[in-house]
Nanobody, 113 residues
Framework: QVRLVESGGGLVQTGGSLRLSCAASGIMINNYVMAWYRQAPGKQRELVAFIGSGGNTNYANSAKGRFTISRDNTQNTIYLQMNSLKPEDTGVYYC???????WGQGTQVTVSS
């Protein structure tokens, strides 16, 4: 059974930081491009960042310079370090093994102004 479990969300003030984690079981993340998405209230889910099996990364314009995606294949976990958070970063953050139907349950991030 494949499981992706996100954690690390919470309430933070504008300018603060959070580190999200996504622990995978049932799959080996080094075989996949892994991605973080977020869904703000009333909006569609959008891609925030992804990381390839070789470590190459790509970010949405809104995340560039503030967020860093990384992976630890030995822990079978990906991370999203989020700095300089803004109220518009508020939403539920999900991880996904790209090209599959495997999603986590999400972790709530709320940035207060």
């Amino acid at each position: 059974q494949v499981r992706l479990v996100e954690s690390g969300g919470g309430l933070v003030q504008t300018g603060g930081s959070l580190r999200l984690s996504c622990a995978a079981s049932g799959i080996m993340i080094n075989n996949y491009v892994m991605a973080w998405y977020r869904q703000a209230p009333g909006k569609q889910r959008e891609l925030v960042a992804f990381i390839g099996s070789g470590g190459n990364t790509n970010y949405a314009n809104s995340a560039k310079g503030r967020f860093t995606i990384s992976r630890d294949n030995t822990q079978n976990t990906i991370y999203l370090q989020m700095n300089s958070l803004k109220p518009e970063d508020t939403g539920v953050y999900y991880c996904r093994a790209s090209g599959t139907a495997y999603w986590g349950q999400g972790t709530q991030v709320t940035v207060s102004s």
